[in-house]
């Protein structure tokens, strides 16, 4: 894969970018927190939440409904417990849909679709939301997981961490089946999806808490497909996409010699 | 593109498919209703909706909380009006995180995340579920969108209708974009994605009401991929993926001679 991306990296420099996590670098909203709603009657207030127990509780979570249901049980069962209503009566059933990219479907990775359904459920100022959701599928994109290894996994074997560049939990199973060499329907390829909802429960959980404290700023995590947003993406030359994933899964033939 | 799958198809009469569409032919759950939910005290009752209110306030509720939001609260804008709670309470707010294949990613059309998170609150068993939400992914990828033309639309020109293949919200704005010539921060383009959200709204109501009927029985939609998962989908020779997508978007050197 050749990166040469000189002509058009000198484009994006006198492009705006509209959206997008290199955007927030001109578009930064700052500090922001959950203080305002609260002043405003909003029932629907984040707590701070222990870090360690998201993790744990997004891995057992899976294994009760899913994906999408573990990542977004890791806060919520705490939330419940800790406060009651109206976090007892949320319909949390309602995220088993998304499990295994929508009901089995591979498109988006239940994780980060529970992960966003709790920053929206939380943040309700668009441009944080945006962003912080943002930060949480690009950090999806470019880490190795699984990363959790829990002492109580079913698992004894090592499980092998591999990064997928994809939100898509398509991709993403497909690759760690690829060099793992499990099949997707072993039951080691299912642990690996349980850590991964405890990895990203993890991360969700991180992140509303620096929101709480007012410390949440967009990460600037740049991606090489920024550079094919500044002509295809909102404001370029061309116009004709939507999107922040990494083209370069499925479109490697136009990552050098495009013009 | 040549669908010469001949041997994959032999290969596939031999096979079983485990999970999917094609697979609901001989995994049907027959006849389904929320009858046996009501008997158990779940609050989360369906009741009939009016398709065409669907459909209308699908495409208004995109005006007010992106796609996500507009799919969900064609229906429970009409819940919360005629059956009061807990339809009320419910935090619809949350729905804006899907926005634009989630905060703007182009991952799942928002629409389909909205309209896959209404059955998955209504319906809780399992096969239904999922036999349900697939139906709906599959027939988003095999129609031409959009249907709706309201009266009210700011648009007075024709919009283009265009079939994506696919799931994703990138795909789909792009192949829109790409036939009708309009770019992706258009307001034809916006209200392309409006309309759209009237569509899902208007079919997930539609299921829904003919489950409650008891009248529900998963289509048995058809996709080139079914030849594709009888290896490499559960129970098959390779069972290395995950997914019910069109698998001819991204892999379309592997249709034939793929052996």
Redesign the interface.
């Given at each position: 894969m050749d990166y040469n991306l000189t002509r058009r990296q000198m484009i994006r420099l006198g492009t705006s970018f509209?959206?997008?996590l290199a955007g927030a670098v001109f578009f930064d909203h700052g500090l922001s927190s959950n203080a305002a709603d609260a002043s405003q009657g909003n029932p629907?207030q984040y707590h701070e939440l222990d870090i360690p127990t998201s993790e744990k509780l997004g891995y057992k979570g899976f294994y009760k409904g899913g994906c999408a249901y573990g990542t977004f049980y890791g806060a919520m069962f705490q939330l419940s417990r800790k406060h009651g209503e109206?976090y007892s009566?949320?319909?949390i059933?309602?995220?088993?849909?998304?499990?295994?990219?929508?009901?089995?479907?591979?498109?988006?990775c239940g994780c980060?679709?529970g992960g966003?359904?709790l920053?929206?459920?939380f943040c309700?100022d668009?441009a944080v939301?945006?962003q912080m959701?943002?930060e949480l599928?690009r950090w999806y994109e470019q880490t190795k997981f699984p990363i959790y290894k829990p002492s109580f996994s079913p698992i004894e074997t090592e499980i092998v961490q591999t990064k997928s560049n994809s939100?898509?939990?398509?991709i993403s199973?497909?690759e760690w089946?690829?060099i793992s060499g499990y099949?997707?329907?072993s039951k080691e390829r299912l642990d690996r999806c349980a850590r991964l909802a405890g990895d990203v429960s993890k991360k969700t959980t991180d992140m509303l808490n620096s929101w709480l404290k007012g410390g949440y700023l967009a990460a600037n995590l740049s991606s090489i497909s920024d550079d094919c947003r500044a002509c295809h993406?909102?404001?370029g030359e061309v116009?004709?996409?939507?999107?922040?994933?990494d083209c370069s899964?499925?479109h490697d033939d136009k990552l050098s010699d495009h013009y």
């Open positions: 509209g959206m997008g629907w109206p009566s949320f319909p059933h309602m995220m088993k849909f998304g499990t295994s990219g929508v009901a089995g479907y591979g498109s988006l980060l679709n966003a359904a920053i929206g459920l309700q668009d939301r945006n959701i943002q599928l939100v898509l939990c398509h199973v497909g089946c690829g099949k997707a329907s993406g909102r404001g116009d004709d996409i939507k999107g922040l994933m899964i499925c």
